[in-house]
């Protein structure tokens, strides 16, 4: 199973400087994500990948928690989506 979804750097949010993005879970042994840390140039757009690595049937109907951590390189502000 793989999930893809993307952050593009625009709006009053994102304008003018670099941000710095890190990929957090509630079950960090269940999943891999490509490049969890990294920053996003203004204008800019990245994929987050997300991998189930551990398929059984123990894991699943269990409802995992994903958080994606935005900082403003410059200000240090942080915007948390869920």
């Not at 952050?7 to 509630?26: A, E, H, P, Y």
């Not at 490509?34 to 920053?39: F, L």
């Not at 894991?59 to 948390?80: E, G, P, Y």
């Amino acid at each position: 199973m793989m999930i893809a979804d993307a952050i593009v750097c625009k709006g009053d949010m994102f304008s003018g400087t670099k941000r710095n993005v890190s990929v957090l879970c509630t079950a960090p042994n269940k999943y891999t994500v490509v490049d969890p840390e990294g920053s996003i140039r203004p204008k800019f757009c990245v994929d987050i990948v997300v991998r189930h690595s551990a398929v059984s049937p123990a894991t699943c109907n269990i409802t995992d928690k994903f958080r994606i951590h935005l900082q403003n390189h410059t200000t240090k502000q942080v915007w948390f989506l869920t």
